[in-house]
């Protein structure tokens, strides 16, 4: 199931962005149309996605491609790219999704075992998949990029957040598996590690409802009155993958870590 939004004629090879809400996978779709690229962007919200689809071709003139994808779904991901893949070569691939948990940690023994595998499907398992479906093609040619989002969970267990934790720390081990075996052959993978609370980006003129609908009541508890003091702004974290992406071969970054200027908690 897909929907495309247009501005342009041209097609370019193929940014796709897999897990795509209003915060950082927005700005990175936005960043690869803004240098050029047709964007496939994923998730499972396909009415969201289609509007971030229109938005971005009609302010980048880029061609937008909305595909939905449940990246705990192995079906799912096999069918989103058979959509993607018919668009062109797929040079980029962010896989960005992971499934959210509550700000509060969870005492282990309440963690229940669906939520943990959930976990661990989207941002390990689905990881696997969405990888497994592009690097034929990026081998095929010699070139391509892989860039995986992690977070401080990736490096560090945390007291009652061991889904996300597990998660996260297999995701960056298959991003290390994937450097070894294919930079050799062309293909640049990268772990990115983001240290600290996406916001809005700079630009965007949020008035405080619009906000909490962007980032989420909880979250907007517990951010407020911190806006300048660690919120990371999302179009600056998307210029980082894109200067992953046009690093030359000669020096390749296989894992960058990301903290705002004046964190002093971490
Ligand atoms: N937000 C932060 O403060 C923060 C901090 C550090 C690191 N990060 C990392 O940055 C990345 C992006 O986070 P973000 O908060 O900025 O979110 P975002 O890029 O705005 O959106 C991510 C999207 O992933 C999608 N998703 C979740 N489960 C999915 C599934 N099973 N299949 C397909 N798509 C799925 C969701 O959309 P649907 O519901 O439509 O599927 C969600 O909106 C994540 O990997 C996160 O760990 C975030």
New binding site residues.
Partial sequence: MRSMASSASSRGNIAAI???????????ARKFAHEGYTVAI?????G??SRFADEIAREEKAQVFAIR?????SR?IREAFEGVLSLGFVEVLV??????VSWHPTNFTDIRVEHFE?SL???SV?AFHCAQQVVPGMVERGRGTILF?????SLSGIAGYSQ?CCG?FAMRALSQCLAKEFQPLGVHVAHV???????TPRGAIASSSQHRLL?GEQ?HQQTRGREGEGL?D?DALAQTYWYLHIQDRSSWTQEIDLHPSNQRYM
């Avoid at 989002?149 to 969970?153: D, E, F, R």
């Avoid at 590690?193 to 916001?199: C, D, K, P, R, S």
């Fill in positions: 897999v897990g795509v809400g209003p915060k950082l996978g927005r700005s990175i994923l998730a499972r919200d396909l969201r996605l994808i449940d990246c705990s779904d799912s896989y960005n999704a992971y499934q959210p959930k499907a989207v941002s689905g989002t992690g977070c401080s969970a996300l996260k590690i983001i240290h600290g609370i996406v916001g980032v979250q990371m999302p």
